[in-house]
């Protein structure tokens, strides 16, 4: 639910979410990536932390929803993900 909170925080407008309390299937309580081992047996660790990512992702959503150029976007959110350090 944090994350969504952030997506619509940085989507702005007024974004909102509600949840639905009816009947859903069973899921784990904490749901969560790890990157552990990839971190000690290939030496990886992510450039990009949650909320520069979470902030790519607003901006893709928002330049597809106005119709801009979507290859631009991308060629731009890769570009600045390898710059990143």
Not at 16 to 25: A, C, L, Q
Not at 49 to 56: D, N, P
């Amino acid at each position: 639910e944090w994350v969504v909170d952030k997506l619509c925080n940085k989507w702005g407008g007024g974004a909102s979410y509600r949840i639905d309390n009816g009947e859903h299937p069973h899921e784990a309580q904490y749901l969560k990536l790890d990157c552990s081992k990839a971190r000690s047996r290939l030496n990886w660790s992510p450039r990009w932390g949650l909320e520069r990512a979470l902030e790519s992702i607003v901006e893709w959503m928002i330049a597809y929803k106005n119709k801009h150029d979507l290859r631009d976007v991308c060629y731009k959110q890769i570009d600045s993900y390898l710059k990143s350090a």
